[in-house]
Nanobody, 114 residues
Framework: QVQLVESGGGLVQPGGSLRLSCPAS????????MGWYRQAPGKQRELVAS???????TYAVSVRGRFTISRDNAENTVYLQMNSLKSEDTAVYYC????????WGQGTQVTVSS
């Protein structure tokens, strides 16, 4: 059974940094893409960043230059380094992995506030 558990969320002041981690367990085949979505209150879930198996990355325009996605294929883990955080980054962040189907984590809250 595939399971993803996010960690690293929390409360941070504007301009601060957080690093989210998402290890995947129960993996029996090679993971294709991995990535992060977020959902703010009253808004639709949106793609934040994704990374392909060979390391190609894509980012939402709103986070480009501030966030960095990476992955450790040996550990089946995806990371999201978030710098220069803004209040509008406040949301629940969800990781995912693509196998034959897409699997999701349960989400971790990120709150950016002074």
């Amino acid at each position: 059974q595939v399971q993803l558990v996010e960690s690293g969320g929390g409360l941070v002041q504007p301009g601060g940094s957080l690093r989210l981690s998402c290890p995947a367990s129960g993996i029996r085949f090679t993971i294709n893409a991995m990535g992060w979505y977020r959902q703010a209150p009253g808004k639709q879930r949106e793609l934040v960043a994704s990374i392909s198996r060979d390391g190609r990355t894509t980012y939402a325009v709103s986070v480009r230059g501030r966030f960095t996605i990476s992955r450790d294929n040996a550990e089946n883990t995806v990371y999201l380094q978030m710098n220069s955080l803004k209040s509008e980054d406040t949301a629940v962040y969800y990781c995912y992995v693509d196998l034959a189907a897409r699997y999701w984590g349960q989400g971790t809250q990120v709150t950016v506030s002074s």
